[in-house]
């Protein structure tokens, strides 16, 4: 009886497998790309989902201070490798922490 049973479940497992499975693809061929604007630009807002998102209940408002601290972050980087640049080409020597370099002090 028990050998019936895992033939059964066996087989549900397979099945529900492959419905999966054809779900999945039949789901990834449903688009069809005919409201495309230009090749590759067919985004199309859902419905209620305004056109412009500026201005509308989506818009994010950044904080300009919150986007620019990568700027910041980048511009801080770049001063350092001057430092240490400008100390390797005087020594010779390379000095990863700034405030080992002499002149950074």
Request: glycine fraction near 10%.
């Amino acid at each position: 009886m028990s050998i019936i049973d895992r033939k059964v479940k066996f087989s549900c497992i397979i099945a529900g497998a492959g419905a999966f499975g054809l779900a999945m693809v039949v789901g990834a061929a449903a688009y069809d790309g005919t409201n495309c604007k230009a090749p590759g630009n067919c985004w199309e807002p859902k419905p209620g989902y305004p056109a412009q998102v500026a201005g509308s209940k989506y818009d994010p408002k950044h904080n300009p201070a919150e986007l620019n601290k990568q700027q910041q972050s980048i511009q801080g980087m770049e001063q350092r490798n001057a430092q240490r640049v400008k100390y390797f080409e005087q020594t010779g020597k390379f000095v990863y922490d700034v405030t080992k370099i002499p002149s950074a002090n």
